[in-house]
């Protein structure tokens, strides 16, 4: 069985909690709140990704609040005692 994180929301229709899998992330079974943010990569991942509300049947999808930019990055000479 492989790891995943979780991302929980509220469904807009009933308010029940919908739950969302995705493996965009650290995968360390760690357990975010939408409302209070996920890490990019996981917002990229589940951007209008459809859940379905297990008590009203309603699909849920998510949004970012803000847009997803992209992220400069620089190369560097990789040190294994820097881990």
Excluded: W
């Excluded at 620089?74 to 881990?83: F, G, I, R, S």
């Amino acid at each position: 069985m492989g790891m995943f994180d979780e991302v929980h929301t509220h469904c807009p229709n009933c308010g029940e909690v919908v739950e969302f899998q995705t493996k965009a992330g650290s995968c360390t079974l760690s357990v975010y709140n939408a409302e209070r943010g996920v890490p990019p990569e996981i917002a990229v991942d589940l951007d209008g990704y459809p859940q379905r509300c297990l008590n009203c049947d309603t699909t849920v999808t998510l949004r970012p609040l803000v847009p997803i930019r992209e992220i400069p990055m620089e190369a560097v000479v990789y040190d294994p005692d820097d881990d």
